[in-house]
């Protein structure tokens, strides 16, 4: 496992000079090929590719120019999001072997403009759709705190390659928790922006998905925000540019005061004790190194698990090509095919009840949000459960459906609140649990503001190897 510095501070280097990208990205190469084997986190490597790319950051520091905020970083890119020269398969056989694709998707062109060099591709479960990280394509991605167990999904790999010290930083996407729940599992620092915030010309239908990076720090966080924030034309719901260094921010914002409230359940969830309890405690740590105003007034929410459910299976038929349904059936993997199966035929009216439901959701966040400006609670229910699925059918002794592992995530996106999860400690067996920090809508600031705060007041092993 490599001794990686924080991203911010490995870029700092390679912009003065005072490291070359190239030996930054042989020594990436090396971490990948002595730990991926364990961890199942990069399914496609492209070494040429990598040191081509190192080579023009070098080559820009040379020529007295900055190539950016992530020069000479390397990076994994998540297998649903296009990287130039890289295949995407989105964990799904039925994609798998097809060629490099052709241009970058938006976020991953803005991290190559700052200099960032992506290695490969990272493992995600089919379509992004569950919370564990295993398919018929590539197999199980493992959890670097005990390879028995769980990143975490659907940005499994990258939290594997992230935590496991191959790469320091690796980009994500978070539909329903899909960056924050593997950072909870696996120590990381995992902010799922505002809607908008980072544009993705992708077609969604559920429209909660957004795309962003598994850190070990908040500062690194911060300036991948800061590189991948702001409007592009092909993305109708992108928001100006926020008017803002949230690398500035998280050092320099006066959150004394905030009116925070705690929930352990959202009035719908059943929790795991322990994790809870550790959760609790940090959000207690951050009320006071932070002077919030905190409270824990009931929180009860319209469930969103099962409004969430219903919107992923539309995203699925999105991520299908035309006249491929049925004929894939049999390479897709049962929780796929079972969701096509059931929806394949799903009348119009049917559709009616769950954005009735969303909508009663969106307007009682709305009304919490009018009473306080921050909402602390644990990131996921459980620890990192078994690698290979699926999530506990019993949590504190009721039973539950299997997204019910991860059930606080979903709020934020279906209502677009940004949403950071860090750590906040860890369980008797040695296994990480995630503080989660929703805050209003577009106040991305205040979230990353007060997630360093909390890495301040209690520092965190940045990988499973420092703990």
Known sequence: MTAWPPAHELADAVRSGARSARQVTEEALAA?????????????????????????VDATVAAGQDPGPLAGVPIGVKDLEDCVGLPTSHGSRPFQGRPPVAVDSIHVARLRAAGAVPLGKTAAPEFGTLSWTRTKAWGTARNPWDTRLTPGGSSGGSAAAVAGGLVPLATASDGGGSTRSPAGFCGLVGHKASFGRIPDHRPTGSMTSVVGALATTVRDAARHLDVAAGPDPRDRSSLPAPGLSYEEAIDALD?????????????????????????????????????????????????????????????????????????????????????????????????????????????????????????LTPTTAVPAFVA????????????????????????????????????????????????????????????????????????????AADA
């Open 255 to 375: 959150v004394a005061g905030l009116r925070a409230r705690w929930s352990t359940d959202l009035g719908f969830a059943a929790v795991d004790p322990e994790v809870a309890t550790v959760a609790r405690a940090a959000a207690d740590a951050l009320a006071e190194a932070g002077g919030l105003v905190l409270d824990e007034e009931p929180v009860t929410l319209t469930d969103p698990v099962r409004t969430w459910l219903t919107g992923g299976a539309l995203d699925m038929w999105l991520a299908l090509e035309d006249d491929m349904w049925p004929a894939v059936a049999d390479d897709l993997t049962l929780y796929s095919r079972r969701a096509l199966e059931q929806t394949a035929e799903l009348p119009i009216p049917r559709l009616v009840a769950p954005a009735r439901r969303r909508a009663v959701l969106e307007r009682e966040v709305a009304a919490l949000f009018t009473e306080v400006d921050v909402l």
């Open 32 to 56: 990948v090929e002595a730990g991926n084997g364990a961890l199942g986190a990069f399914v496609v490597v492209a070494p040429d590719l990598a040191r081509a790319a190192a080579d023009a």
């Open 388 to 463: 290979e699925g699926p999530p506990p059918a019993e949590i504190a002794g009721r039973a539950v459906h299997p997204a019910m592992a991860t059930p606080f995530t979903m709020v934020a996106n279906l209502c677009w609140n940004p949403s950071t999860s860090v750590p906040a400690g860890r369980t008797a067996a040695g296994l990480p649990v995630g503080l989660m920090v929703t805050t209003r809508h577009h106040r991305d600031d205040v979230a990353l503001r007060l997630t360093r705060v909390l890495e301040q007041a209690r520092p965190w092993p940045r990988t």
